[in-house]
C-alpha cells in the first residue's frame, strides 16, 4: 500500500518500488520550439516544475534528447536537490540531429552513454525509471529489443537504474522486454482520437503494468472534436480538462504527463483531471477514436 497521500485527482500507482502519482507532468515542453535549444522563458520553465512539485506532483517524464539536455538541466535547476517523493522518469533510445530529428541510438555504446550522460544531467546516482524508446517518429516499429534492453536491465543490475520500461513498443516487444526483465510501465502514443492501444492497456492493467500516454492531449496537434467540445460544455469545464478526466477513468493503470510551459494551465489541467464523467459522456467520448 502506498504511503502518500494526495489531493491530486487519479491518487497514486506504484511502479514497482516507486510510489507516484497518476496525475504526473511531462517536461518535453520546456525546451525551445520543437523541443530544441533553451525555452524562451527560462524562469517560466523553472516556475513550472516548482509548481508542479508544490502541487503534490510525484512523476516527471523526460529525456536528455529533450533540447537535448536542456529539459533535464532545468530539472535539475529548479528542483535538485530532488524532494524523495519524487521520481523522475527518462527515456534512452533516441538522439537528436542538426535538423532537430529524432534518430534511433539503441546500440549498447550508445545506451550507457545516455545513461551516463541522464545521470549527469539530472545530478543523481541512480535513474528512477529508464523506458527504452523505441521504433521512430511515425510509431513503433516491429523488431527485437532483446539486445537494447539486455543492456539497460545489465545497468539496472549494476544500480544504475532503479525500474524499466518500454516506449513507442508494440505489444510483441512489451513481451519480449518482460520476459528479460520486469517492466514497470509501457509509454505509448494514446490519447481519445489515438487508441491503437486498447487491448494492451487492458492486459498491462491485468498485469499490473502502468500505461502512460505520451501526447495526451495530441501533442504537436491539440485535440479537436465536437463530441468532446460537447462534453465539456455540458460539464462546464474544457476540453482539455475532460480529455485528461477520461485517461484517468479509461483504466486505473493509466498514468498522465501532459505537458504544458505554463503555470496558469499546469494548475488547470491538475483541477480539470478530476472532472467526473457520467455514463452518457463516456458513451459519446468512446465514439471519438474507438476502433471498430
Ligand atoms: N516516449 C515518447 O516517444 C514521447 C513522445 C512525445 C512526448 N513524450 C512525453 O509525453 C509528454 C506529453 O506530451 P506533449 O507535452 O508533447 O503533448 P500533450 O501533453 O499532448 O500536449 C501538450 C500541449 O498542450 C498544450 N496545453 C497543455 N495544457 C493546456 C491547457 N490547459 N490549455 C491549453 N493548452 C494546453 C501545451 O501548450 P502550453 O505549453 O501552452 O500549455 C502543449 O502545446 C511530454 O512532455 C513527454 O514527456 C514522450
Known amino acids: 500500500m502506498s504511503t502518500l497521500s494526495t489531493a491530486l485527482p487519479g491518487g497514486t500507482w506504484e511502479l514497482g518500488d516507486l510510489t507516484v502519482t497518476r496525475f504526473g507532468y511531462g517536461a518535453m515542453q520546456l525546451a525551445g520550439p520543437w523541443v530544441m535549444g533553451p525555452p524562451a522563458d527560462h524562469d517560466g520553465a523553472l516556475a513550472v516544475l516548482r509548481e508542479a512539485v508544490e502541487l503534490g506532483i510525484t512523476h516527471i517524464d523526460t529525456s536528455d534528447a529533450y533540447g537535448p539536455r536542456v529539459t533535464n538541466e532545468l530539472i535539475r535547476e529548479a528542483l535538485h536537490p530532488y524532494p524523495g517523493p519524487l521520481h523522475i ?7 537528436r540531429d542538426a535538423q532537430g530529428g529524432w534518430p534511433p541510438a539503441r546500440d549498447p555504446e550508445s545506451l550507457r552513454r545516455a545513461v551516463t550522460e541522464n545521470l549527469r544531467s539530472l545530478g543523481v546516482d541512480t535513474l528512477d525509471l529508464v523506458n527504452l524508446r523505441l521504433g521512430d517518429a511515425e510509431g513503433p516499429r516491429p523488431g527485437s529489443l532483446a539486445e537494447a ?81 460537447g462534453v465539456a460544455a455540458r460539464r462546464g469545464g474544457t476540453p482539455i480538462a475532460v480529455a485528461l478526466a477520461w485517461l484517468l477513468q479509461r483504466s486505473p493503470n493509466i498514468l498522465l504527463i501532459p505537458g504544458t510551459s505554463s503555470v496558469a494551465h499546469l494548475r488547470e489541467n491538475a483541477a480539470g483531471a478530476g472532472t467526473e464523467l457520467s455514463e452518457q459522456d463516456l458513451a459519446e467520448l468512446d465514439r471519438i477514436g474507438r476502433r471498430p
Do not use: W
Open 89 to 95: 522518469a527518462t527515456k534512452v533510445g533516441a538522439t
Open 149 to 229: 534492453f539486455g543492456i539497460l536491465a545489465e545497468l539496472q543490475r549494476q544500480g544504475l537504474i532503479r525500474q524499466l520500461g518500454v516506449s513507442n513498443a508494440t505489444p510483441e516487444q512489451v513481451a519480449e522486454a518482460r520476459a528479460i526483465a520486469p517492466v514497470v510501465c509501457v509509454q505509448n502514443m494514446y490519447n481519445l482520437a489515438h487508441r491503437h492501444d486498447d487491448e494492451l492497456i487492458d492486459e498491462l492493467a491485468a498485469a499490473g503494468i502502468a500505461y502512460v500516454p505520451f501526447f495526451p492531449l495530441g501533442g504537436f496537434t491539440p485535440l479537436q472534436s465536437s463530441l468532446l467540445a
